[in-house]
C-alpha cells in the first residue's frame, strides 16, 4: 500500500527529530522552513518560534552577514562541510558547532532553499581545553614525563634566584624557559634582556653585554648602556653561552662571582643586580675537556642545569604541538583548517625533527598558509619532508595486536627502544601502536 505524503511527511520528521545534529531548511528567501528537535536543543528555540523566521534572527552567528553557509551553497550549488562557527542561543551563551549546508532543489532541479545540519561542539571544545590546559605551563606544550618534571621543579627554581643554565638542541624551547623562568621569579615585573653570545664579533659582543664609553672602539660615537645594565633588577638570558670567546668568559666570571663589571672603556667597577640564565646547544663539560670553555665559569654557570629533551625523545608531544601550531597558525593567518590528511598525519608523527619543535612549527606554517581548504594536505609539506621521511612502511597487516605487543613489550622489560628494533619500525610507530592499545 502507498503512504500518503501526509504519511511521508510525519515518517520523515520522526527520523530528522531522532538524529543528534541540528538540522533546518529555509527558503530562498531565508526563512526557516522546518526546525528539528536537535535544532531546538541546541539553539534554546522552539520549533514554533523558529518556523517563519530569518534564520540570522535565530542563528545569530558572526558570519550570518558575511560568510553564510546556506547562502554560500544556494549561491554555489556546491555544499559547505564542517565549518566550525560560533552562534548564540536563546540566552545569548556562545555555543560553538561545525556547520554543513547544502542547496536543496525542486523536481526540475530549481533551487527552492537550503538545509544546514550542525552539531554542537561545546562538550569536545570543553575536552580539548582541559587537554591544552592540562599540558599547558606557561606557553609550553608537554605531556612527556621528563618534561612535566621539569615545569614541576620550575617554580621552585624561579624562586631562587640562582644562575640556570639551560642545555637542549636548537628549537627544544630553551627560550621559551627562560622566559618561564624570569615570569615565575620576584623579578618577574622587571625586564628580561638576552643578548645571543654567537651573533657577534667579539668587541662589539662585549660592549652588548657589558656597555661601552663613547669612541672606547672604532666607530663608538656616543655611550652605549650594555645589555646587563638594561637587565638591572630583572634577568638576563645569555643565549648561546658555548660561543662565548674566552676573553669574555673571564669578564662574565667576574659578574657572576661578585655581581661587578666594567663596560668597554670606562674607569670605574658598576654593580649590577641581575638573575643569569644561561641556554646552550653543546655540550659544555666537553668543551672544558677541550679547554675552549672556562671550567670556573661553567661551575658557575651550572648550579641548577635544566636538560630539555630533544623531540624525537617525547614523540608523545609531537600531536600536541600540531594542534597548537593549527590554532596558532588559523588564529594568525585567518584560516579554518581543521586537521591534516592521515597520509599527512602519519608523516609529521615519524618525522625525526632534527631542528625540534622549531622545525615542526616551521612546517606547519609554511603548510597553514598555503591551504586553501580545510586539511592540510601532502603536497603542502616541504618536498624535503616527503621524499627523505621515514615513515614506516610496515605492513599493518604484520602488526602485533595489542596482547602480542604487550607480551613483547614485557618481554623487553619495557624497554621500547629495543622492541622497536625487533618489530623493525621506529619509535614514534612503536609509541602510536602502543596508544592505540591504551598502552602508554
Ligand atoms: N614545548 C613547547 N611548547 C610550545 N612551543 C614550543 C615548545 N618548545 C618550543 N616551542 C616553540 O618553538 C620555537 C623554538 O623555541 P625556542 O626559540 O625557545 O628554542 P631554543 O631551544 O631557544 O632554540 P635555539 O637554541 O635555536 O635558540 C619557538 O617558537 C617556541 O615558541
Not at 4 to 29: C, K, M, W
Not at 279 to 288: F, I, N, Q, S
Request: glycine share 6%; charged share 25%; proline share 5%.
Amino acid at each position: 500500500m502507498n503512504s500518503t505524503p501526509h504519511q511521508t511527511l510525519e515518517h520523515l520528521t520522526t527520523i530528522l527529530d531522532s538524529v543528534a545534529d541540528g538540522v533546518f531548511t529555509v527558503d530562498s528567501s531565508m526563512h526557516i522552513t522546518w526546525f528539528n528537535r536537535s535544532a531546538e536543543q541546541i539553539t534554546g528555540f522552539t520549533q514554533q518560534e523558529a518556523l517563519g523566521r530569518p534564520c540570522c534572527e535565530i542563528f545569530r552567528s558572526s558570519i550570518c552577514f558575511s560568510a553564510c553557509p546556506v547562502r554560500e551553497a544556494m549561491a554555489s550549488g556546491h555544499s559547505v562541510e564542517n565549518r566550525e562557527i560560533d552562534i548564540l542561543n536563546r540566552d545569548n551563551r556562545e555555543i560553538p558547532i561545525s556547520v554543513s549546508a547544502s542547496v536543496l532543489l525542486d523536481a526540475d532541479g530549481q533551487p527552492t532553499g537550503g538545509v544546514e545540519t550542525f552539531r554542537d561542539l561545546s562538550r569536545l571544545r570543553a575536552l580539548q581545553q582541559e587537554v591544552s590546559d592540562k599540558y599547558t605551563f606557561h606557553d609550553l606544550v608537554s605531556r612527556n614525563p621528563a618534561m612535566r618534571k621539569l615545569f614541576d621543579i620550575l617554580p621552585d627554581v624561579a624562586a631562587s634566584d640562582v644562575t640556570t643554565l639551560l642545555q637542549g638542541d636548537s628549537g627544544t624551547g630553551k627560550e621559551l624557559f627562560a622566559r618561564a623562568l624570569h615570569d615565575l621569579s620576584p623579578r618577574g615585573n622587571k625586564p628580561l634582556i638576552t643578548v645571543n653570545c654567537g651573533a657577534l664579533p667579539e668587541q662589539l659582543l662585549e660592549a652588548e653585554i657589558f656597555g661601552a664609553r663613547k669612541g672606547a672602539y672604532t666607530g663608538s660615537v656616543e655611550d652605549r648602556p650594555g645589555r646587563l645594565a638594561q637587565a638591572e633588577g630583572g634577568t638576563l638570558f645569555l643565549d648561546e653561552i658555548g660561543d662565548l670567546p674566552l676573553s669574555l668568559q673571564v669578564k662574565l666570571l667576574r659578574v657572576l662571582e661578585n655581581r661587578e663589571y666594567q663596560p668597554l672603556g670606562a674607569k670605574g667597577a658598576r654593580r649590577a643586580d641581575v638573575r643569569f640564565i644561561a641556554a646552550t646547544h653543546r655540550h659544555l663539560d666537553k668543551m672544558v675537556t677541550a679547554g675552549t670553555f672556562r671550567q670556573d665559569l661553567f661551575f658557575r654557570l651550572n648550579v641548577v642545569q635544566l636538560t630539555i629533551p630533544a623531540l624525537r625523545d617525547r614523540p608523545e608531544d609531537i600531536p600536541l604541538l600540531l594542534d597548537m601550531a593549527l590554532d596558532r597558525f588559523n588564529m594568525q593567518y585567518g584560516k579554518n583548517i581543521r586537521g591534516f590528511e592521515p597520509e599527512v598525519l602519519n608523516l609529521l608523527l615519524d618525522h625525526p625533527y632534527p631542528g625540534n619543535v622549531r622545525e615542526l612549527l616551521n612546517i606547519i606554517e609554511r603548510a597553514a598558509i598555503l591551504c586553501r581548504s580545510e586539511q592540510i594536505t601532502l603536497d603542502l609539506l616541504p618536498t624535503s619532508l616527503t621524499l627523505h621521511s621515514t615513515v614506516n612502511h610496515r605492513p599493518t597487516n604484520n602488526r602485533p595486536d595489542s596482547d602480542q605487543l604487550k607480551g613483547m613489550l614485557a618481554r623487553h622489560a619495557g624497554n621500547r627502544t629495543a622492541l622497536a628494533r625487533e618489530l623493525g619500525i621506529n619509535r614514534t610507530t612503536l609509541w602510536r601502536w602502543l596508544k592505540d592499545c591504551d598502552f602508554h
